[in-house]
C-alpha cells in the first residue's frame, strides 16, 4: 500500500530557482493538500483541492502554485524560491466519505 | 484568527502516567470533525483519533481518548499509561469541509 507518496524527499534550491513538487495518492481520494510546517507554527494550509481541475487558495498560498491535472497527482510549484520558503512540506488526501486525512512522507525543501 | 489554539507549547509526563493536551477550536459551522496527529522525530504525521461535531460520545482508541466539551469549544486528548514512544510533537486539527487546520503543536516528553 503505497498511500500518499511525495517527491522528492529531500531539495535545495539556490534563490530565483523553480521546482515542482509530486504529490501521488492511490485511494482514489477526492480531496488533496499541501501544508508547510515551520518550527512553532504547526501544519500551515498552501492550497488545496476538491477534485481534479480544481484548486483552491488556503491559508498562506503566496509564491506557490498548484495543479491538480489527474485525480490522483496534486502538484505544488515554486516559480521563484525565497530563503523564507525553507520548510517541510507535507501532502494530504481524504476522501469525501471518510474523516481522516493521510499524509505523505514530507519534502524537506531548503532555500540558499 | 487562529481557528485551532494548543497553549502548550511543550509537556513532561512520567512514564505510566496520563497526560492530557489541551486543544481549543473556533468555528461557526455547525458540522465538523476534530482530529489528533502524532509526529514523532522520524516526521511522519500519524492519525490517532477522530471527534464529529454530532458524535454523543467521547472518541476512544486504545490508550487515546478524546475529551469533547461541545459548549467550551474544547477538544483535549487524554493519553494513558503513558510510554516512552509516545515522546512526539501532537497536532489538534479541525475540518470544516473541505478544508483541514491545525494547531502549532504540543511536544511530549516522558521520562523514565
Known amino acids: 500500500n503505497a498511500g500518499v507518496t511525495q517527491t522528492p524527499k529531500f531539495r535545495v534550491l539556490k534563490t530565483g530557482q523553480s521546482m515542482t513538487l509530486l504529490c501521488a495518492q492511490d485511494?482514489?481520494?477526492?480531496?488533496m493538500y499541501w501544508y508547510r510546517q515551520d518550527p512553532g507554527m504547526g501544519l500551515r494550509l498552501i492550497h488545496y483541492s476538491v477534485g481534479e481541475g480544481t484548486t483552491a487558495k488556503g491559508e498562506v498560498p503566496d509564491g506557490y502554485n498548484v495543479s491538480r491535472l489527474k485525480k490522483q497527482n496534486f502538484l505544488l510549484g515554486l516559480e521563484s524560491a525565497a530563503p523564507s520558503q525553507t520548510s517541510v512540506y507535507f501532502c494530504?488526501?481524504?476522501?469525501?466519505?471518510?474523516?481522516?486525512?493521510?499524509f505523505g512522507q514530507g519534502t524537506r525543501l531548503t532555500v540558499v | 484568527a487562529q481557528k485551532i489554539t494548543q497553549t502548550q507549547p511543550g509537556m513532561f509526563v512520567q512514564e505510566k502516567e496520563a497526560v492530557t493536551l489541551d486543544c481549543t477550536y473556533d468555528t461557526s459551522d455547525p458540522s465538523y470533525g476534530l482530529f489528533w496527529y502524532k509526529q514523532p522525530s522520524s516526521g511522519e504525521m500519524i492519525f490517532l483519533i477522530y471527534?464529529?461535531?454530532?458524535?454523543?460520545q467521547n472518541a476512544t482508541e486504545g490508550r487515546y481518548s478524546l475529551n469533547f466539551q461541545k459548549a467550551r469549544k474544547s477538544a483535549n486528548l487524554v493519553i494513558s499509561a503513558s510510554q516512552l514512544g509516545d515522546s512526539a510533537m501532537y497536532f489538534c486539527a479541525m475540518r470544516e469541509e473541505p478544508k483541514l487546520s491545525f494547531g502549532a503543536g504540543t511536544t511530549v516528553t516522558v521520562r523514565a
Open positions: 471527534q464529529g461535531s454530532y458524535d454523543q
Open positions: 494530504a488526501s481524504s476522501s469525501t466519505g471518510t474523516r481522516v486525512a493521510f
Open positions: 485511494m482514489n481520494h477526492e480531496y
